[in-house]
């Protein structure tokens, strides 16, 4: 994981901002999240004050939280969190 992802994940539950090029980062590292779900052996929980911001229960992952920070700055019909949460449960990574 990588640190940019946590402090731009900490930025936007401060501002809820984040230029398209942060985004496209957040894309990018949540794209091989998914690609490589199989190769992950545990995830690494945000502190719960971020979690709470975005919504998410206590002791969520980072990548869950970068998976919310984009359902909500770049909404989808389908939403990233819950395809990212049934990987998590389909891969016991919780």
């Excluded at 496209?24 to 999240?33: P, R, V, Y």
């Excluded at 909500?72 to 990212?84: I, V």
Aim: charged letters at 30%; hydrophobic letters at 40%; a negative charge.
């Amino acid at each position: 994981m990588s640190l940019e992802l946590t402090e731009l994940i900490k930025d936007f539950t401060a501002t809820k901002l984040l230029s398209k090029v942060e985004l496209d980062f957040l894309e990018s590292e949540l794209w091989e999240t998914f690609e490589h779900i199989d190769e992950i052996t545990y995830l690494t929980s945000a502190p719960v004050n971020i979690s709470k911001e975005l919504k998410l229960k206590d002791g969520s992952s980072w990548q869950l939280c970068c998976a919310a920070v984009l359902d909500t700055a770049r909404p989808q019909k389908n939403s990233r969190s819950e395809k990212l949460r049934k990987l998590i449960e389909e891969f016991s990574l919780q």
